[in-house]
């Protein structure tokens, strides 16, 4: 007998309820997802594996917060990490008007210079994972938060070099580790690409 066996995403709604949402600046309807993988038998849910992701959203903006609350959006850490590292990966510190300017352009506030200084810091000193870091954050974020952090990574890759496959790599297992598929990496290049980068300029140096 053939057993056709699987894994299968379910998005559940735990409750709604009004919050202050820090982005909008004043109380909105909010929902809590909680996303469940499933062991799934011949397309048929059998046995819950994991949970996914847990977050809460404002029916507003569409952003993602900590079920406990926040004061900002849950993926707002990750941009900021991955711009980091691959600021650090490039060895491009002259570079950091460019960060500031991706941060501001995706996520409309400012990336203070402490800030990156911080986050430069962790890289450098290889205090924490950044595959893990992007793991833990994409728990607690949504698609669009998942797609803003992709944005980061390629837009940050575009200013630093003429993106060659090692590159196009490394965003795919930025990808990876927030829990989406290639596809939807190469949907959210081809985007940012059709939106001409957002306006960001290269700072690429010709010898």
Known sequence: MLFIIGEQTVTRILDEKTFHCPVCARAQPSQRFVETSFFTLFSIRILPLRNLADYNQCSSCGNAFHPS?????????????VLAYILVG????DH?????????KLCNRPF?????DREVSIIERGEEDVFRF????????NIRGKQQIIEAAFLMTHVCCEIQH?????INLIGSALG???EFVAAVID????????GIRRNLIVQ
Request: hydrophobic share 30%; no cysteine.
């Open 69 to 81: 609350g926040s004061d900002e959006p849950s993926y707002l850490g990750g941009v900021r990490r």
């Open 90 to 93: 490039f060895d491009k510190s």
């Open 96 to 104: 950091r008007h460019s960060v500031q300017q991706i941060f501001v």
């Open 112 to 116: 203070k210079p402490d800030e990156i």
């Open 134 to 141: 992007l793991k833990d954050t994409a728990y607690r974020a």
């Open 166 to 170: 090692e590159d196009r790599v490394r």
């Open 180 to 182: 989406v598929s290639l």
């Open 191 to 198: 985007r940012v690409r059709a939106e001409s980068y957002y």
